[in-house]
């Protein structure tokens, strides 16, 4: 987060029922995951309430959050009892001072937020931990082995130019390879066939029944079978995440347009959709600063 975030006004968050109404619009177009993240989505007031009506959506199959896990303690059995089925959670270090140093948060709310979303039975719940070279990649095997019991599964995250101080640069990523190549040093792995889509590369320890992943977003891009649709706080359509693009749906939804002119708007935001990273790579070299994660909106 930057030290002086700028604050929307509520009135240009988009509504609980106006995220129904698209998530509805969407599973009619054959979308049967949604994922609720940020920014921060438990910073949202009564945030259960939006998780009772998404779970309601003919047609979604899976509803899960990613969170900084901050909250969780105090609404993990809440957002369980409203329908959502898994989380994952944000967690960088296990280095209580590295940990606040890096995200400003409190190491052992994060911690204890896990534990609450294991004693509810969320299922699966992942960690999500991005390294950044000087940092913390001394912590990569010690993460890793959090995930060996197979309670919780590990996703190691290629640094990308999302961050709210600008500090990202190529120099500070480590790549899926050198991660996989750490883990290797002290726990067999074998690989897991990964579904189309997917953002992660998964594998499963050889001597134990859990699985670590690699998102590998920067050094081996998955733009070629991305079928994600991000839908912001204020009501923007952004079709990728490393372009600046964003189609603003909000004005439609408000001007009570038919759910085939808002379902058509969608198709045509993502059909204009940038070519991604692999492309921004080849054409540049290199990658400039996108956009910070927190004006995405919880």
């Not at 603003?248 to 070519?275: E, T, Y």
Request: aromatic share 6%.
């Amino acid at each position: 987060m930057p030290k002086t975030p700028i604050w929307l006004p509520h009135s240009e968050i988009l509504t609980f029922e106006e995220i129904q109404r698209v998530a509805s619009i969407l599973a009619g177009m054959g979308v049967e995951k949604i994922r609720l993240s940020g920014g921060e989505p438990l910073v949202r007031q009564e945030i259960e309430k939006l998780v009772e009506l998404l779970a309601n959506v003919p047609g979604i199959k899976s509803l899960s959050m990613t969170t900084n896990g901050s909250l969780l303690p105090e609404k993990a059995r809440a957002l369980k009892r409203a329908g959502l089925d898994s989380v994952t959670v944000s967690l960088h270090s296990l280095k209580p001072e590295r940990f606040t140093q890096l995200t400003g948060g409190v190491y052992e709310r994060v911690v204890a937020g896990i534990k609450a979303a294991k004693e509810v039975g969320f299922n699966p719940i992942k960690i999500n931990a991005v390294i950044i070279r000087g940092c913390n990649e001394d912590e990569i095997v010690d993460l890793a082995s959090l995930a060996i019991s197979g309670d919780v599964t590990v996703r190691f995250i290629e640094y990308m130019p999302f961050d709210g101080q600008r500090l990202w640069g190529t120099e500070k990523v480590v790549s899926g390879k050198e991660i996989l190549d750490m883990v290797r040093e002290s726990y067999g792995l074998m690989p897991v066939p990964r579904p189309s889509g997917s953002t992660a590369k998964t594998y499963r320890f050889i001597d134990g029944p859990g699985e670590i992943g690699v998102i590998t977003s920067i050094t081996e891009p998955f733009c070629s079978d991305c079928d994600r649709i991000r839908l912001s706080a204020d009501g923007k359509i952004v079709p990728c995440l490393f372009d600046n693009s964003g189609y603003d749906l909000k004005p439609i939804l408000r001007a009570h347009a038919s759910d085939g002119v808002v379902a058509d708007f969608v198709s045509q935001a993502v059909l204009r959709k940038a070519p991604g990273v692999e492309t921004l790579l080849q054409k540049y070299r290199t990658l400039q600063h996108v956009r910070p994660m927190h004006t995405i909106g919880g």
